[in-house]
């Protein structure tokens, strides 16, 4: 058993830092205070053509796998940056490589690795379902040439960035199925046909994450917008969400190791009582610890990674690794802010922007509460909980 990267994941490793290096804490501050989305930092991970780590090379992707995508989004955010504003299309378009026809994947696949399409959006909660997904009644009623949309989605991302989205709808209402899960489906919305059918209207959040309510009302799609089979969304969109854990979880990665190196450059050169607060045990066993929590959950996102790329069951490692990694992100927040005193909350600093975006992986885009009742019946065998099907 080798723990250890290749030279070529060690590599891309550095070259996404090389991209990465071009766009520092300014750059982030400034959107983060603006509220406006990293134009130029997608642009530039397009152009490199690392958004399309997991586009099969004949499609025009880089064909990689699960463990470089992580590697990849592990670096965005251990460099200061937030892999939020892309990372979406790492995982969404998963649904249509592995759901789509081969039509679909001729047709969008290409353009979505060139970067000149965005597939960024990904319409799945409801005000009213939660985390319940098939209590959604968002409604695609079958017309003879296509379908019929209307319904409400909320805590839609980046729909303003995105020129394609994936929408999860009821085919068949809950209650003409047998199995609650059954009869949802899912469709690939080309967001510039949509026009008014879509009236989108952002909600502000702690976080610069360009996220929205959706109001969809007599949405016209065509046959051929529905990806895979119809009635089966619910399970092709779980299939994506080990790959979504995986690479959320690698996120936190990165952005425990910014929190981390923050905290120890800080305690090494803050000299109080004539010494640096470094020395001090209780400044730096917060940050061994906290240390030692992110190497764990690192070492249990690769091994989530490894098993995804061996098309071997991954969901026990995957909700593992999503909820230690935004955990430690958490601690190691936590330390960052306990270690720099009132420095921490000064903006410049820019503990505190990445204190609000670590918060958010506790909740999305599965609270850790789901995860670990995912982990107690479908990996332990406890009693069921809760009246859904599986996550993971
Ligand atoms: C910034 C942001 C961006 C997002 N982007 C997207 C997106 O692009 N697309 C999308 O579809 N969704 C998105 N989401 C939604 C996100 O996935 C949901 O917020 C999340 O899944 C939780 O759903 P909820 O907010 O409805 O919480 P609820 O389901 O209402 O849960 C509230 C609380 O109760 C707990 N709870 C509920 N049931 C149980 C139970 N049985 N046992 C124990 N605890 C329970 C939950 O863990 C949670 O702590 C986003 C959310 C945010 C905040």
Same mark, same amino acid.
């Given at each position: 058993?080798?723990?250890?990267?290749?030279?070529?994941?060690?590599?891309?490793?550095?070259?996404?830092?090389?991209?990465?290096?071009?766009?520092?804490?300014?750059?982030?501050?400034?959107?983060?205070?603006?509220?406006?989305?990293?134009?130029?930092?997608?642009?530039?991970?397009?152009?490199?053509?690392?958004?399309?780590?997991?586009?099969?090379?004949?499609?025009?992707?880089?064909?990689?796998?699960? @463990?470089?995508?992580?590697?990849?989004?592990?670096? @965005?955010?251990? +460099?200061?940056?937030?892999?939020?504003?892309?990372?979406?299309?790492?995982?969404?378009?998963?649904?249509?490589?592995?759901?789509?026809?081969?039509?679909?994947?001729?047709?969008?696949?290409?353009?979505?690795?060139?970067?000149?399409?965005?597939?960024?959006?990904?319409?799945?909660?409801?005000?009213?379902?939660?985390?319940?997904?098939?209590?959604?009644?968002?409604?695609?009623?079958?017309?003879?040439?296509?379908?019929?949309?209307?319904?409400?989605?909320?805590?839609?991302?980046?729909?303003?960035?995105?020129?394609?989205?994936?929408?999860?709808?009821?085919?068949?209402?809950?209650?003409?199925?047998?199995?609650?899960?059954?009869?949802?489906?899912?469709?690939?919305?080309?967001?510039?046909?949509?026009?008014?059918? @879509?009236?989108?209207?952002?909600?502000?959040?702690?976080?610069?994450?360009?996220?929205?309510?959706?109001?969809?009302?007599?949405?016209?799609?065509?046959?051929?917008?529905?990806?895979?089979?119809?009635?089966?969304?619910?399970?092709?969109?779980?299939?994506?969400?080990?790959?979504?854990?995986?690479?959320?979880?690698?996120?936190?990665?990165?952005?425990?190791?910014?929190?981390?190196?923050?905290? @120890?450059?800080?305690?090494?050169?803050?000299?109080?009582?004539?010494?640096?607060?470094?020395?001090?045990?209780?400044?730096?066993?917060?940050?061994?610890?906290?240390?030692?929590?992110?190497?764990?959950?690192?070492?249990?996102?690769?091994?989530?990674?490894? +098993?995804?790329?061996?098309?071997?069951?991954?969901?026990?490692?995957?909700?593992?690794?999503?909820?230690?990694?935004?955990?430690?992100?958490?601690?190691?927040?936590?330390?960052?802010?306990?270690?720099?005193?009132?420095?921490?909350?000064?903006?410049?600093?820019?503990?505190?922007?990445?204190?609000?975006?670590?918060?958010?992986?506790?909740?999305?885009?599965?609270?850790?509460?789901?995860?670990?009742?995912?982990?107690?019946?479908?990996?332990?065998?406890?009693?069921?909980?809760?009246?859904?099907?599986?996550?993971?």
């Amino acid at each position: 058993m080798d723990f250890a990267l290749t030279a070529e994941q060690e590599e891309l490793r550095r070259a996404v830092a090389t991209v990465c290096e071009k766009f520092a804490e300014p750059y982030w501050q400034r959107l983060d205070r603006e509220k406006r989305y990293p134009e130029e930092f997608v642009r530039a991970l397009s152009e490199g053509g690392w958004l399309a780590a997991l586009i099969p090379t004949e499609y025009g992707g880089a064909g990689l796998g699960m @463990i470089e995508a992580s590697l990849i989004l592990e670096e @965005i955010n251990a +460099s200061g940056g937030n892999g939020a504003a892309c990372h979406a299309v790492m995982y969404t378009m998963g649904a249509l490589v592995r759901h789509g026809s081969e039509e679909q994947k001729r047709r969008y696949l290409p353009e979505i690795a060139s970067g000149r399409l965005r597939l960024q959006s990904m319409a799945v909660t409801e005000p009213q379902a939660g985390s319940d997904t098939a209590r959604i009644t968002t409604f695609a009623r079958k017309e003879s040439d296509g379908y019929l949309l209307n319904g409400q989605k909320v805590f839609t991302s980046r729909v303003q960035h995105s020129d394609l989205m994936l929408v999860l709808a009821r085919t068949t209402p809950i209650d003409r199925v047998i199995k609650k899960t059954d009869g949802m489906s899912l469709f690939l919305v080309d967001l510039h046909r949509a026009g008014s059918s @879509i009236e989108v209207r952002p909600i502000e959040t702690m976080v610069n994450h360009e996220t929205n309510s959706l109001f969809i009302n007599d949405l016209a799609l065509p046959a051929e917008a529905l990806v895979g089979e119809e009635g089966s969304g619910f399970r092709q969109v779980l299939d994506g969400l080990n790959a979504e854990r995986i690479l959320i979880a690698s996120e936190s990665v990165g952005d425990a190791r910014w929190f981390l190196q923050q905290s @120890i450059s800080y305690a090494k050169e803050r000299v109080v009582f004539g010494r640096p607060i470094g020395a001090n045990q209780g400044i730096q066993f917060p940050i061994a610890r906290a240390f030692m929590h992110t190497q764990a959950a690192s070492l249990m996102r690769l091994r989530a990674a490894a +098993s995804f790329d061996a098309g071997k069951p991954s969901g026990a490692e995957a909700n593992t690794a999503k909820l230690l990694a935004s955990e430690a992100a958490w601690e190691a927040a936590e330390v960052a802010m306990t270690t720099h005193g009132g420095s921490g909350m000064t903006v410049e600093a820019g503990i505190e922007r990445k204190f609000r975006e670590a918060r958010l992986y506790l909740v999305a885009p599965v609270t850790n509460n789901l995860v670990m009742a995912y982990v107690a019946e479908h990996v332990l065998g406890l009693p069921r909980s809760y009246g859904m099907e599986g996550i993971g």
